[in-house]
Nanobody
Framework: QVQLVESGGGLVQAGGSMRLSCAASGSIFSIPTMGWYRQAPGKQRELVATITSGGNTNYADSVKGRFTISRDNNKNTVSLQMNSLKPEDTAVYYC???????????????WGQGTQVTVSS
């Protein structure tokens, strides 16, 4: 089993910054991909950013240039630095990891419990 513990989140004014972090623990051989998703009220969950173990990143167009994803492969952590926040960034943010238990196993997806980010105008 794998546990994900998220930290960060809260209330910030528009234009401000916030940092989210997520730590994975448990029976982990490798984590090919880690990422962040978000879900606003009444909307579907959407991708925010992902990062591979090799450092390749992918961002939603809406956050490019404002958000930066990073990870520490030794600590199995992923972070999301969010700058120039906008009210439309308000959502519950979820950490996502694709975990391999062994070298020949198919990755299994895990989700964090979610953390609320509220950006006031």
């Amino acid at each position: 089993q794998v546990q994900l513990v998220e930290s960060g989140g809260g209330l910030v004014q528009a234009g401000g910054s916030m940092r989210l972090s997520c730590a994975a623990s448990g029976s982990i051989f490798s984590i090919p991909t880690m990422g962040w998703y978000r879900q606003a009220p009444g909307k579907q969950r959407e991708l925010v950013a992902t990062i591979t173990s090799g450092g390749n990143t992918n961002y939603a167009d809406s956050v490019k240039g404002r958000f930066t994803i990073s990870r520490d492969n030794n600590k199995n952590t992923v972070s999301l630095q969010m700058n120039s926040l906008k009210p439309e960034d308000t959502a519950v943010y979820y950490c996502n990891t694709e975990v391999q238990y062994g070298p020949w196993t198919r990755p299994t997806a895990y989700w964090g419990q979610g953390t609320q980010v509220t950006v006031s105008s």
